[in-house]
């Protein structure tokens, strides 16, 4: 079984600074995704950035980039530019590519807040 | 909007009562999800259709839960005999399985669970 680790239950940042927020996971796959969602406050989760565990360039989305370490099953957020909108809880999640390519197993997250 | 909507946005019953949610997915889309979400913890996987057919159940998923896609669209997440454990929140989520193996969950507000 897969498991995800958020090691950093909240963090905080000032508005237009860089804030990385870390990941870890576990498992014997050797194809699979890796995502970021962000959950706002009171509001539904979306999805940040994807990252395909094949492909050795890191993902990036505007201010948001990973750092994918597959050898030591490490996948961090960067946010760049920091913005006051980007408040919200940050969730790492696995998927399995294949056969059972419809399970996300999420970390607990962690809560970001960001300061003006 | 046509993004994943979820009824009631929040229920509060009391322990040994029945409940029902319901998730209308994006249209069109042919899968649908059910995670759960406790207070301080990520998602968790609870089950998923393809279409109608309803092919994974979480040993979370236990007897006292039941799930429905009748015609492919809606789904319907019931919970018998409600216990003060299942105080979550319920999200559901779609996505559209094509080609290649990856397809994106788009999550729906959630349903707040309250059992008194």
């Known amino acids: 079984a897969q498991t995800v680790t958020q090691s950093q239950p909240e963090m905080s940042v000032q508005e237009a600074e860089t804030v990385t927020l870390s990941c870890t996971y576990d498992t014997s796959e050797s194809n699979y995704y890796l995502f970021w969602y962000k959950q706002p406050p009171s509001r539904q989760m979306i999805l940040v950035i994807r990252q395909e565990a094949y492909k050795q360039q890191n993902a990036t989305e505007n201010r948001f980039s990973v750092n994918f370490q597959k050898a030591a099953k490490s996948f961090s957020l960067k946010i760049s530019d920091s913005q006051l909108g980007d408040t919200a809880m940050y969730f790492c999640a696995f998927m399995n590519s294949g056969g059972s390519n419809y399970k996300l197993t999420f970390g607990k997250g962690t809560l970001l807040t960001v300061n003006p | 909007d046509t993004g994943v909507s979820q009824n009631p946005r929040h229920k509060i019953t009391k322990r040994g009562q029945n409940v029902t949610f319901r998730c209308d997915p994006i249209s069109e889309h042919n899968r649908l999800y059910w995670y759960r979400q406790t207070l301080g913890q990520g998602p968790e996987f609870l089950t998923y259709?393809?279409?109608?057919?309803?092919?994974?159940k979480s040993r979370l998923l236990s007897d006292r839960f039941s799930a429905e896609r009748p015609k492919g669209s809606f789904s319907t997440l019931e919970i018998q005999r409600t216990e003060q454990g299942d105080s979550a929140m319920y999200l559901c989520?779609?996505?559209?399985?094509?080609?290649?193996?990856?397809?994106?969950?788009?999550f729906g507000p959630g349903t707040r669970l309250t059992v008194l």
């Open positions: 989520a779609s996505s559209l399985l094509g080609q290649g193996n990856y397809n994106e969950q788009f």
């Open positions: 259709f393809q279409n109608e057919a309803q092919l994974e």
